[in-house]
């Protein structure tokens, strides 16, 4: 499975666009990258997902370099309720099984 | 469309008792993933499965167990309670197995407390 990285926290102001990249050096062919976010006490969201280049969504884009070794996942104009954890993974599929990997995560904290 | 259900959302049991989660998936969807969340921690994955069968499971004592019924709803449980156990527990399902670009849909989760 691809190790993830990314930074422990942020901290950004309402109304700023905030970028968090996310590093996987090993990611494999077959993987795509996807971008979940966690509110305190609740389950994870689907935010977006994507394979290479750039992959966009009402709510988020997501760069993907040509070598697919980092991403970066971008919120435009983050208000205070985007004030969450947001998650970097690699989805692998391969002998017969499939899970998903959490790493920690990168707490965004939107400052008013 | 409703979403995946987990019930009870609270949960508080003694020391070396057991505990029992349930979850419904999404309509259509034919896998089922449990993870456990302790406090300020990432999510660690338990088991998945899919279509009845258990696919695959983390690394976890054989306490931790589950089952998938014909309905794909499915039941967590976790015998001889322990301190530790209490968390975060969430369900999650997704409609296409086995492939890498498989999303996962998370419940709300049960919160396990253990005293």
């Known amino acids: 499975l691809a190790k993830t990285t990314q930074p422990i926290s942020m901290d950004s102001y309402e109304g700023q666009e905030v970028n968090i990249t996310c590093s996987h050096n090993?990611?494999?062919?077959?993987?795509?990258i996807t971008w979940y976010q966690q509110f305190p006490s609740q389950g994870p969201r689907f935010i977006i997902q994507?394979?290479?280049t750039k992959v966009t969504n009402e709510v988020a884009s997501l760069f993907i370099p040509a070598d697919r070794k980092s991403s970066t996942l971008s919120l435009p104009r983050v208000s205070l309720s985007d004030t969450a954890v947001y998650y970097c993974?690699?989805?692998?599929?391969?002998?017969?099984?499939?899970?998903?990997?959490f790493g920690k995560g990168t707490k965004l904290s939107v400052i008013p | 469309e409703a979403g995946v259900t987990q019930s009870p959302t609270h949960l508080i049991k003694t020391r070396g008792q057991q505990a029992t989660l349930r979850c419904s998936p999404i309509s259509g969807h034919t896998s089922v993933y449990w993870y456990q969340q302790a406090l300020g921690l990432g999510l660690q994955f338990l088991l998945w499965y899919d279509e009845g069968e258990e696919r695959n499971r983390g690394n976890f004592p054989p306490r931790f167990s589950g089952r998938q019924f014909p309905n794909y709803s499915s039941e967590l449980n976790v015998n001889a309670l322990e301190l530790e156990d209490s968390a975060l527990y969430l369900c999650?399902?997704?409609?296409?197995?086995?492939?890498?670009?498989?999303?996962?849909?998370f419940g709300a989760g049960t919160r396990l407390s253990v005293l």
């Open positions: 090993n990611i494999a062919t077959n993987d795509y």
């Open positions: 993974l690699v989805g692998h599929s391969g002998a017969g099984s499939y899970q998903l990997t």
């Open positions: 999650a399902s997704s409609l296409v197995l086995g492939q890498a670009k498989n999303i996962q849909y």
């Open positions: 994507g394979y290479k």
